[in-house]
């Protein structure tokens, strides 16, 4: 088993241009500094009927970020787990392969955290209007942390991830559903 831990921050926002700001930052942290190696991050916005859609994401194809290049990171897996029916936006769908992807990456993300992390997760997401999730590795917990300035509560809790399962996993689910395309 090659298990690796993560940590993931959860930033609650009263608007979403905050959560956004938020999540440039990091990015930014990744691209244009070079000090973030591995992140995935997904920005999620709930609007006056209460739905929850997935507003931006950025997966990072290394470790179990982006994974099978599906673009299906652990943020995203986090959120369709907490909200099975969340919109997925056109823009976070870019290579994406299939529902199946998606299923296979959530039901990891979600196994890899206490049921009592899930819930004081969920908990924490319903009370805000926006958030950023954001899935790193340990040695980059204290850069992302600092990155979320403008969220009013941050939350950090921890993710175990049998990797090569779920690439595995992943690469099955993708390897299906690709069959008889270009």
């Given amino acids: 088993m090659a298990i690796d831990t993560f940590v993931v921050f959860t930033g609650i926002y009263s608007d979403v241009e905050s959560a956004e700001a938020d999540y440039e930052t990091i990015k930014d942290l990744h691209t244009e500094h070079g000090l973030l190696d591995a992140y995935d991050a997904a920005v999620i916005a709930r609007n006056d009927k209460g739905k929850v859609k997935i507003t931006k994401k950025h997966e990072t194809p290394t470790r179990a970020g982006g994974i099978m290049g599906g673009g299906v990171g652990l943020a995203t897996g986090l959120v369709v787990a907490l909200f099975p029916f969340a919109g997925i936006g056109a823009a976070a769908l870019t290579g994406l392969t299939g529902g199946a992807a998606i299923g296979a990456v959530a039901g990891h993300a979600a196994a890899g955290m206490s049921r009592s992390d899930l819930k004081d997760l969920g908990e924490e997401l319903d009370a805000g209007t926006a958030a950023v999730i954001v899935v790193g590795v340990q040695d980059s917990a204290s850069r992302i942390e600092e990155a979320l300035q403008k969220a009013q509560k941050v939350q950090r809790k921890e993710?175990?991830?049998?990797?090569?399962?779920?690439?595995?996993?992943?690469?099955?689910?993708?390897?299906?559903e690709s069959k008889g395309t270009s």
């Fill in 159 to 176: 993710m175990k991830v049998d990797t090569a399962d779920l690439e595995a996993d992943a690469g099955e689910d993708s390897e299906g």
